[in-house]
């Protein structure tokens, strides 16, 4: 039987885009360690669900703090950090999670700026806000959410492409501007992962292809040497270790969590 380790006990802990899939798996996993956890997104509804679910799971209502946030809006950051911090005291950590997804064409309705300034700008805007907030005690721990996307190109998706890498280096560069106050800055980079935008990839292949949901599923598998999708809470163990003192001077990585469809 796995025993969740309660090793978060009483550590703040804020995440963007916690309103489903891998944010709200990582929410529920930090609070089953313990953690308070300050939770954001655009839309409050789905962030309410999660807060539910924390709740329903044996966090306090207390101990979870929920606020709308738009990653491309200073003042929205600023506020949003200010007031889970005043909720639930100094951060000892954040997971940048918050992006958009999705392919890109080039013409008069490319999306290419938007994804682009929402993945990379959101995410260096939160990072640099939730830096401000960090407590003064031990080692504090900033993890940001690449992709597999970020380590291969994929034809029509420059946007999220150039994004998930561009993650990498700032991951990268924030680590070493970082580490002689004993901040630890790390990516994750997943592969397939059984989310809503995960189907809506596969649907836009099928569309592509002119097959079905099954048979894109597939295709898309056959590249995946363990030929299966990971889940959220795979992702959010993997975040778990990262923050925990386990990782004690893992700093400044990429770490891959893709089945082995990109060996580094």
């Not at 709200?24 to 962030?47: Q, Y």
């Not at 044996?58 to 809006?73: E, K, L, N, Q």
């Not at 506020?79 to 064409?105: D, Q, S, Y």
């Not at 150039?162 to 990516?187: F, H, M, P, W, Y």
Request: charged content about 20%; hydrophobic content about 45%.
């Amino acid at each position: 039987m796995n025993t969740i380790p309660t090793r978060q006990v009483g550590r703040h802990f804020s995440i963007t885009g916690a309103g489903t899939g891998i944010g709200r798996a990582i929410a529920l996993r930090l609070s089953a360690e313990g953690a308070r956890v300050s939770i954001f997104g655009r839309r409050t509804e789905p962030l309410e669900e999660t807060k539910r679910l924390l709740v329903e799971a044996g966090a306090t209502a207390d101990s979870v703090f929920v606020a709308s946030m738009d990653v491309r809006d200073d003042d929205s950051v600023t506020e949003a950090f200010a007031n889970a911090v005043t909720a639930l005291g100094p951060l000892r950590g954040f997971v940048a999670n918050a992006g958009i997804g999705g392919a890109n064409f080039p013409g008069e309705d490319d999306r290419f700026t938007d994804i682009v300034s929402t993945n990379v700008g959101g995410t260096y805007r939160t990072l640099r806000a939730a830096q401000a907030l960090l407590s003064d005690e031990g080692t504090r721990h900033l993890v940001v959410l690449s992709s597999i996307l970020g380590r291969i190109g994929v034809p029509w998706y420059t946007g999220y492409c150039a994004s998930k890498t561009a993650l990498l280096g700032l991951t990268r560069a924030l680590a070493l501007e970082l580490a002689d106050q004993d901040i630890q800055v790390n990516a994750i980079c997943p592969g397939w992962v059984e989310t809503e935008m995960a189907w809506q990839g596969i649907d836009g292949m099928a569309t592509a292809l002119k097959t079905t949901r099954e048979e894109a599923f597939k295709i898309a598998m056959s590249e995946v040497p363990m030929g299966r999708m990971s889940q959220p809470e795979h992702i959010a163990g993997l975040v778990a270790y990262l923050v925990s003192d386990d990782a004690t001077g893992v700093t400044g990585q990429g770490l891959d969590m893709n089945g082995g469809a990109f060996l580094a």
